[in-house]
């Protein structure tokens, strides 16, 4: 258990980037991981099929059938049709990206669900060329890629086998770089990076001032630091009844109290405050403790 | 305004951001410095996130005017939090905010109209004209495709078979009737069908020319290989013409567009080649830089490549179907050759002399 929370978190340290805006602040950036960049993709693609099943239908509806476009066309209506048709297949494989990328949000729909969106490197600004250059490699980087897998490119002999190795050299990229380039975002100077939501919650002193009914002293308020502070927070926003009499115990025996049952919410709501207040003072003469072994 | 106007009605009215009351009930430091400031940093979000759905008719003017006190605002108070407050879901809050007011502040300053207008006004022509390099190595590499292919077919007229798909040559091979092969050159009686025979050839010469420059990654070795690789294949049909007799009608049948075609393809060529090149060669940069600075130039390039070849195509499935005479037509592809030279020699953007 310990094990794997060390590994994720330095594997999430590891993503971490520094922006520094031209105001002088540094705001940290997280690298996008590369499985929920393939996540999005496989979205963006699901969402392209589904347009096309939705234009395919409606087609239905006003009654041309599908066969009608390749073969040889006469009615006028019909050519339009096939114009559209072969329009709009350029237009998800060249544009789809092009467009939502261009956008306020800078990322495509798959993109945005999974909190994600492309930036420039080095925190300049993004501008219209580098989308460009990063969605026109997208094409040797995933459509040729499929297209070669649909059509059994393996049956082609040793150029098949030579092929498959030069494209996989494109899939593999983002692996073989810190910042989980694909090709696409080398050459256009661009990452993908997280680009969370928060909602502001509520101010955590606001809750009836218990500082009289516990008093915490010195050496009680020493024994844990920022960290436990922070899942002391968490603990208290989710109210979970459980967990806060588990937590609640934990403290108890660490600083040697003796309370009783039901006033849970009431103890690490005032132990809280406390240690809060505690720290924070801390902080403003430099002295920041960051876990309880520091 | 109409829009104070529906402001009145319930529905479109937007919920009113109102400052705590109980400040002074926190009891701590920290929390009352941030109770004092969120109205702004909600202030802030909301005009965000009008900005983000792309709908900034929906800000009002007072915001607007406050938005770069709002964002240094936010951005000074994340500064003071980190140090100060321990409030852990408020710094994440701050943090998420000021970075996507970030994006916003210093995002995309053009629309996608205003980057079409100054692209085509100069943009496009002063980065084919920085390529130029570039532009002569795969001149040179689709000439000497075209001399292969016609070498090869006129020494071994078997290499036809080998470098023309069968489904292409469509009865046009070494040794064939000559009236067949004019037959193939004849305008068609009517345009009917030409539309989607147009849009189907800007799809797929679109694909090809994207291809030649996404291969160019690869130190541009991909790339030259496909623009030979293309040329030998007109080099032999060349051959097969000239053989016939027919070398002047096969030329100007094919200058109708070829000249904007093949033109949009040598651009599309020397655009992969300029990455390559510059990621083999990045000089005094990291290859990173190197790559970005052209990768950048070469998609201005891509992006012009794509429009000529909507023209070539609509040339293509057109003009040429329709015009017979080949003087004409000679013509025509005459005049797309010179506009498009004399386009990317001369047009200049405005403010390059300003700045």
């Known amino acids: ?294 | 305004m109409a829009l104070d106007y529906l402001r009145k009605i319930p529905w479109f009215r937007q919920a009113e951001i109102v400052a705590p009351d109980d400040i002074e009930a926190a009891s701590l430091r920290s929390d009352r410095f941030r109770l004092e400031r969120e109205v702004d940093w909600q202030r802030l979000e909301r005009i965000v996130t009008a900005l983000e759905k792309g709908r900034p008719k929906r800000i009002t003017d007072d915001d607007l005017l406050d938005l770069p006190v709002l964002y240094r605002k936010a951005a000074s108070s994340l500064a003071v939090a980190r140090e100060t407050s321990l409030d852990a879901a408020a710094i994440a809050y701050l943090d998420a905010l000021v970075r996507r007011a970030w994006f916003q502040i210093y995002g995309p300053r053009e629309t996608l109209t205003g980057w079409l207008r100054g692209f085509l006004g100069g943009g496009w022509s002063r980065a084919v004209r920085a390529i130029w390099l570039d532009i002569c190595i795969a001149l040179f590499f689709m000439v000497a495709g075209t001399v292969v292919g016609w070498l090869l077919v006129s020494r071994e007229p078997d290499w036809f078979y080998a470098l023309v798909p069968g489904a292409m040559s469509g009865g046009r091979e070494p040794g064939a009737d000559p009236e067949v092969l004019r037959q193939s050159l004849e305008p068609t009686a009517n345009a009917d069908g030409l539309s989607i025979f147009a849009t189907y050839l800007f799809s797929n010469n679109t694909g090809v020319a994207i291809l030649a420059f996404a291969l160019g990654f690869a130190f541009g070795i991909p790339t030259l290989l496909l623009l030979i690789s293309n040329m030998t294949l007109l080099g032999a049909l060349l051959f097969v013409f000239a053989e016939a007799g027919l070398g002047y009608e096969f030329v100007a049948w094919l200058s109708v567009h070829g000249t904007t075609e093949l033109g949009a393809i040598l651009l599309a060529g020397a655009a992969g080649i300029h990455v390559g090149r510059s990621m083999a060669f990045p000089g005094q940069r990291s290859v990173l830089a190197a790559a970005q600075g052209a990768g950048v130039r070469a998609a201005q390039v891509m992006a012009g490549a794509t429009i000529m070849l909507v023209v070539a195509g609509l040339l293509e499935g057109f003009v040429r179907q329709l015009v017979g005479e080949p003087s004409a037509r000679l013509a025509i592809g005459g005049a797309m050759l010179a506009f498009w030279c004399l386009y990317f020699a001369g047009m200049r953007r405005r403010q390059d002399r300003a700045v």
């Open chain 1, 1 to 294: 258990m310990t094990k794997l929370q060390t590994a994720i978190s330095t594997a999430n340290a590891r993503r971490e980037r520094e922006l520094i805006t031209p105001e002088g602040l540094a705001l940290p950036l997280r690298i996008a991981s590369r499985g929920s960049r393939a996540l999005a993709l496989l979205l963006d693609l699901f969402f392209l099929f589904v347009g096309f099943v939705v234009f395919f239908t409606m087609l239905g509806f006003i009654g041309l059938n599908i066969n009608l476009i390749g073969g040889n066309t006469q009615s006028p209506a019909l050519e339009l049709v096939g114009i559209v048709f072969i329009l709009a297949l350029f237009f998800s494989r060249y544009g789809y990206f092009l467009w939502f990328e261009l956008g306020a949000r800078g990322a495509t729909p798959g993109k945005r669900l999974l909190g994600m969106r492309v930036a420039a490197r080095g925190g300049q600004r993004l501008t219209t060329e580098m989308v460009i250059a990063r969605n026109l490699m997208r094409d040797v980087e995933v459509f040729i890629p499929a297209f070669f897998l649909m059509g059994n490119g393996f049956d082609a002999g040793l150029s098949g086998a030579a092929a498959f190795v030069w494209l996989a050299v494109f899939v593999l990229f983002p692996f073989c770089n810190r910042d989980a380039l694909r090709a696409g975002d080398l050459v256009a100077g661009t990452f993908v990076v997280e680009a969370p939501r928060a909602k502001l919650q509520d101010a955590m002193s606001l809750a009836p001032d218990h500082s009289q009914t516990y008093r915490f002293g010195e050496a009680e308020l020493s024994v844990y630091g920022e960290h436990e502070l922070q899942v002391l927070e968490s603990v208290l926003r989710n109210g979970d009844e459980a967990a806060m009499h588990e937590v609640a115990q934990a403290i108890c025996r660490k600083i040697g109290w003796d309370m009783g049952r039901g006033d849970e919410r009431e103890f690490l709501t005032s132990f809280y405050a406390a240690l809060r207040a505690h720290l924070e003072s801390g902080m403003r003469f430099g002295k920041r403790k960051k876990d309880k072994f520091s």
